[in-house]
C-alpha cells in the first residue's frame, strides 16, 4: 500500500503544499503552512470541507456594469432572442436539415460584421469555398466575417485566444466538433458534451456570444446528450416546411428573456426575409365568404398571428367508415370538439369524413382554436358562410361552454389592423377596442344558431 503524502495547507489562501517550506509559494505570506493529517478513511479522502479557494460573495444590488445587447442586423432574430445578443451567452439552434439555419446566421454575422463586430465563422460541415459560394449567393461577400473550416476544438481555442475576443462566433456545427481529451468519434455523446463545455467556457470567460448550430432527430428534437440544453442559455427551433415558403424562428429556452417569441422569415432567392406581417401568409386573401372557413388569432409568445382554419364536411353512403384528417391541429382534440358538438349541440358527423386544414402549413397548439374550429365544422357542415370580417377565439369546455383565453385585447388589435371588424369570443372576455365589435357568446348553441340562421 502506497504510503499517504503529507499535506501543508496555507492558512491565509488555502493553497495546498506537498512540502513544507517559509513563504507561501501563492500567496506570498510567511509560516502560514500547517500540516494536516494524512487521509486514512473513505469519509476523510472524499471530504471536500477543505482545501478550495473562499469565494468572494456580491449583494443581489450590487452597481455594476450590465451587459448590453447586440443587435444582429436582423430585428426578427433580435426579437426571437428578447431584444439582441447578450455578451457571453450561449445559444443553441435546431432545426430540419436545409432549413436553413446557416444562412440564418451567415446573414446576422454578416450584418454585424458590417456594424464594426469581429465575428468569427467555423464550419465544421463545409469547405469555406463552399461558405464563400453561399455568401456570394446572398449578397454577402464583402462581409469582415473570419471565416475558418475545422473541427478541432483545440485548434478553435487556440486561435480565438490568440486574438482580440469577438463579439459573436458560430460553430456549425456542434455535431461536428471533438476534444482530443476524449476518446471516441465527434457526435458521439462524450465528445459533445465536452466540445461544447470547452467552448462555452471560453465564450463566457471571453464575452463572446456563441452560436451553436444542432443536429435534430428525426422526431424534430435536437440530436446528443439532453445536458446540452441545460449547459446553454439559449435553445432556439428553426422551423417549417420545405414545401412552404415561411420559416419560423422559436425560443424554447431564454434565460435573458420571453419564451416562445418567434421571428417569422420567407424563405427568397436571396436568403431569408424577414416578414413583418405574418398574418399575411397565413391568410388565403378572397374577399368572398365560403363554407368551412374561419379566423383566428393566435398568439405565439406576445405576438398575435392571424390563421385562417379550412372545414370540409364530406357526406358518405349508409355503412361507410368515415375519415378524419387533420393538418396543422390535434387530431385528439378535433374528436373531442365533434363530440361536443354532437352531444351538447344535437348536430350529427358520424356519417360524413372530417377534413380539417391550417391554411399556409402553420402547426397550433393554442386551446384558444376550439371556437374558431367549431365554427369552421357548422358552417362546413350546413354549407354556409360565416359572416365576413369576423375573427374567433375561445376555449371550448366537454359541456359545450366557451371560457375565456388570455390576450383578448392584442388579438383584437391585431384583426383590427388587417380590416377585420367584429370578434366573437366568450361572454366574460370581452375587451374594448376600437374599431371591432364584440359579440359575446357562451356555448356552442349559439354559435349553431348563428351560423344556421334560427337566431
Not at 510567511?30 to 468572494?56: I, M, Q, V, Y
Not at 447586440?70 to 430540419?96: Q, Y
Not at 475558418?148 to 462566433?169: E, F, N, Q, Y
Not at 351538447?344 to 380539417?356: M, P
Request: some cysteine; charged content about 20%; proline content about 5%.
Amino acid at each position: 500500500m502506497a504510503k499517504p503524502k503529507r499535506r501543508y495547507v496555507c492558512a491565509a489562501c488555502g493553497s495546498v503544499s506537498f512540502r513544507w517550506q517559509g513563504q507561501c509559494a501563492d500567496c506570498g505570506e510567511w509560516n502560514t503552512l500547517s500540516e494536516e493529517a494524512p487521509a486514512t478513511t473513505f469519509s476523510t479522502k472524499h471530504d471536500l470541507s477543505s482545501g478550495g479557494r473562499p469565494l468572494a460573495f456580491e449583494a443581489l444590488d450590487a452597481k455594476g456594469q450590465m451587459p448590453v445587447r447586440r443587435s444582429t442586423g436582423l430585428p426578427e432574430f433580435d426579437r426571437a432572442l428578447g431584444g439582441g445578443l447578450v455578451p457571453g451567452s450561449a445559444i443553441l439552434m435546431g432545426g430540419d436539415p436545409g432549413i436553413g439555419k446557416s444562412t440564418l446566421l451567415l446573414q446576422a454575422a454578416a450584418k454585424i460584421a458590417q456594424a464594426g463586430g469581429n465575428v468569427v465563422y467555423v464550419s465544421g460541415e463545409e469547405a469555406t469555398g463552399q461558405v464563400r459560394l453561399r455568401a456570394e449567393r446572398l449578397g454577402l461577400a464583402g462581409a469582415p466575417v473570419l471565416l475558418a473550416s475545422a473541427t478541432s476544438v483545440r485548434d478553435i481555442l487556440t486561435t480565438l485566444g490568440g486574438m482580440d475576443a469577438p463579439a459573436l462566433v458560430v460553430i456549425d456545427s456542434i455535431q461536428t466538433m471533438h476534444s482530443d481529451m476524449i476518446e471516441g468519434a465527434p457526435g458521439t455523446v462524450s465528445q459533445v458534451r465536452a466540445s461544447a463545455f470547452e467552448l462555452i467556457r471560453f465564450a463566457k470567460e471571453a464575452g463572446s456570444a456563441l452560436v451553436l448550430v444542432g443536429h435534430v432527430t428525426k422526431d424534430g428534437s435536437i440530436a446528443g446528450p439532453r445536458v446540452l440544453e441545460h449547459m446553454v442559455d439559449v435553445v432556439m427551433a428553426f422551423e417549417g416546411e420545405r414545401s412552404h415558403q415561411y420559416r419560423i424562428l422559436r425560443s424554447i429556452k431564454n434565460r435573458f428573456g420571453p419564451v416562445d417569441e418567434i421571428g417569422v422569415f420567407a424563405m427568397a432567392g436571396a436568403g431569408l426575409e424577414e416578414v413583418g406581417n405574418p398574418s399575411a401568409l397565413f391568410l388565403s386573401g378572397h374577399e368572398d365568404a365560403v363554407p368551412g372557413s374561419a379566423v383566428f388569432p393566435a398568439m405565439e409568445g406576445t405576438r398575435p398571428v392571424l390563421v385562417e382554419i379550412q372545414a370540409l364536411i364530406v357526406r358518405l353512403q349508409s355503412g361507410a367508415t368515415p375519415r378524419r384528417a387533420v393538418v396543422g391541429w390535434d387530431s385528439g382534440r378535433l374528436a373531442m370538439l365533434l363530440a361536443v358538438l354532437e352531444a351538447r349541440c344535437g348536430l350529427n358527423f358520424s356519417s360524413a369524413e372530417v377534413y380539417l386544414n391550417v391554411a399556409g402549413g402553420y402547426r397550433l397548439s393554442d386551446p384558444a382554436a376550439d371556437l374558431a374550429v367549431a365554427a369552421a365544422l357548422v358552417s362546413a357542415l350546413s354549407d354556409k358562410p360565416l359572416p365576413n370580417g369576423h375573427v374567433w377565439f375561445g376555449e371550448v369546455s366537454l359541456a359545450g361552454e366557451v371560457r375565456p383565453v388570455a390576450h383578448s385585447g392584442l388579438r383584437q388589435r391585431e384583426a383590427a389592423k388587417l380590416g377585420f371588424k367584429a370578434a366573437v369570443m366568450a361572454s366574460d372576455n370581452g375587451q374594448s377596442v376600437p374599431d371591432m365589435r364584440q359579440h359575446a357568446v357562451s356555448h356552442l348553441r349559439q354559435i349553431v344558431d348563428r351560423v344556421v340562421g334560427e337566431e
